[in-house]
């Protein structure tokens, strides 16, 4: 690294050249990189359980004895609103300073959020005392989204980027599956008290989020954030003891040559218009692609998920304790989607992977709406309808997340994040829970219809989108996909 002693007007440091980027692309898998996963990717896990143990348990708040007197509309509509609100709104707090202080802090304050709004729900005795943390909770999550998505994809090398983001995106629904199964747990009251059993599952999700925050101090800040921020020689520093220790884990064998420098004006912040500008302006294309594939699965994902369990119970008499062996099915379907195609994003491509994914998926679900009409389905083979439909959605969905994390420049990454997500969120996540509550638990066959219908068309609406205007970002380094703000034209 290499520092040349003019300063840039407006820019607050000096001009460097470095290889960071290139050397971090470069190295091969190792223990390192998958205590990064570890300590950033399982929050999702978290996210999964929060999410799925509320729609589970809704019933049980209302009954008679919940210790809160709460009814289920008011669960997975009202409470589930104000979480994703709570999240849009921390996704783009949170999203601002993490570009402004780096990530490290950010994921580690925004963690911290999330546990105590966790726990302080699980003391709930009144309405308002729940809404209030479950907004809070929503808070740090999405606040989580933009540090942790920003994070993972400057640190991981360039060749596996596409499939460990859809992975760790993916994790979401191993959260699913335990919050389905421990809410059949929960809801046992020979086990559980009815006031009691609800208020432990939130208890857990405390207890995992303690474990993450312990292995979450050991991941380093961002190399990248690092040189640009005028910290260049920490970001060399870091990056070196990473190779060291990679070289050891090898025994001793050198690692591949680093591809090229950069050479960047150092800053300390970039504005808010400057970000807008960037997005807005110099970006049209990959901004109309981005909301595009966050509204497009987050329609879908609401129009199974919020109403699966009134779908079952009013439709087909499953018992309201039995719903959740349903959705374990449903959240296998969605983890394995991505861990199978994830390879497949950094092979074949992103743009026919993620057009392909967002495409079927729609198809498939036009398809399962077609027989639910007819009356051809039973609450098992509904079950399986839903889940190959996700199995190529939730691959599509975590893609969404890994377009707007590597499209814009390094300067609005977790902006550019944290924008995509609250506004894909809102649109489909506080419209949705409302839309779609009141849809599928009518008791009308006509109207659980509609509500898969436009999932599934917004869903294929923006796979044409993809087919168009996505980018081709496999195997390319971050500094390549979108050049810094801060890079340097080379003369001549």
């Not at 474990?211 to 920490?234: A, Q």
């Not at 296998?332 to 992103?350: E, H, Q, V, Y």
Request: aromatic content about 12%; some cysteine.
């Amino acid at each position: 690294m290499s520092p040349e002693p003019p300063k840039q007007p407006g820019t607050g440091g000096a001009t460097i050249t470095t290889a960071v980027p290139a050397r971090l692309d470069r190295l091969p898998w190792s223990r390192w990189h998958w205590m990064v996963v570890i300590g950033l990717g399982t929050v999702w896990i978290l996210d999964g359980l929060e999410v799925t143990v509320v729609g589970n348990i809704a019933g049980r708040l209302s009954e008679p004895g919940s210790g809160l007197p709460i009814s289920s509309a008011q669960v997975t509509g009202t409470a589930a609103a104000l979480y994703v609100a709570g999240a849009c709104v921390g996704a783009l707090f949170f999203g601002w300073l993490t570009d402004r202080f780096g990530r490290k802090k950010l994921f580690l304050v925004t963690l911290a959020v999330y546990l105590a709004a966790t726990a302080l729900t699980a003391f709930s005795l009144s309405v308002w005392w729940f809404f209030v943390f479950r907004f809070f909770t929503g808070f740090g999550i999405g606040g989580e989204y933009a540090a942790i998505n920003s994070a993972i994809d400057e640190l991981i090398p360039s060749k596996f980027r596409g499939r460990v983001d859809l992975i760790i995106n993916g994790s979401f629904w191993l959260g699913a599956i335990g919050g389905s199964l421990l809410s059949i747990v929960a809801l046992d009251t020979d086990l559980f008290a009815k006031n009691i059993g609800w208020r432990l599952t939130f208890a857990l999700g405390v207890v995992l989020g303690l474990v993450i925050l312990l292995v979450r101090r050991n991941v380093p800040e961002s190399p990248r954030w690092l040189f640009i921020h005028g910290r260049g020689e920490e970001a060399d520093a870091l990056v070196t003891g990473v190779e060291d220790k990679i070289r050891t884990e090898r025994g001793g064998a050198s690692l591949p040559p680093p591809a090229g420098e950069i050479t960047i004006h150092q800053r300390k912040s970039t504005g808010f218009l400057e970000i807008a500008r960037t997005v807005f302006r110099s970006y049209p294309r990959r901004t109309t692609l981005g909301l595009s594939l966050f509204i497009g699965q987050a329609f879908l994902y609401n129009a199974i998920t919020f109403g699966f369990g009134a779908i079952l119970t009013t439709f087909y008499d499953v018992p309201t304790g039995s719903t959740g062996y349903y959705f374990a099915v449903i959240a296998a379907g969605n983890f394995i989607g991505p861990l199978l195609l994830g390879k497949l994003f950094d092979t074949l491509g992103r743009r026919i992977m993620i057009s392909s994914t967002y495409l079927l998926s729609g198809v498939l679900l036009f398809g399962t709406a077609w027989l639910f009409g007819r009356g051809s389905l039973t609450a098992t083979t509904l079950t399986a309808c839903w889940s190959v439909v996700l199995f190529f959605a939730s691959a599509g969905a975590s893609s969404a997340y890994l377009t707007v994390s590597e499209i814009f420049p390094m300067e609005t990454r977790a902006m550019a994040i944290a924008f995509f997500y609250a506004v894909g969120t809102a649109a489909g996540g506080i419209s949705g829970p409302l839309i779609f509550a009141d849809l599928t638990k009518s008791g009308q066959v006509a109207d659980t219809v509609l509500a898969f219908q436009i999932g599934a068309g917004l869903m294929c609406a923006a796979g044409l989108v993809a087919v168009a205007f996505a980018v081709r970002a496999e195997g390319r380094s971050l500094e390549d996909v979108a050049r810094p703000l801060s890079a340097v034209t080379p003369s001549g």
